[in-house]
């Protein structure tokens, strides 16, 4: 039984979930992109990397809330 949080609060955690999400977004995006596009980092341990980037994005698409 705790007392109703401050609307302040809802805002501020609802900004910092979007900036999160963004920065993960274009992050993700640019290492995808960067592989996608350079031949030469086209190597086996650097397809971990991709394989990451793109687990990362899906998983923030999947638990980061409806907003």
């Known amino acids: ?3 109703p949080m401050n609307p302040l609060w809802h ?9 999160l999400g963004t920065i993960s977004v274009i992050g993700n995006g ?3 992109y960067i592989f ?3 031949k030469s980092l086209r ?4 397809l971990l990397v991709i394989n990451l980037a ?10 980061s809330p409806a907003m």
């Open 1 to 3: 039984q705790f007392p």
């Open 43 to 46: 190597t086996p341990s650097n």
């Open 36 to 38: 996608t596009t350079t």
């Open 54 to 63: 793109i687990s990362d994005f899906f998983m923030m698409l999947c638990m």
């Open 30 to 32: 640019m290492v995808v």
């Open 11 to 19: 805002a501020l955690l609802g900004f910092v979930i979007g900036v």
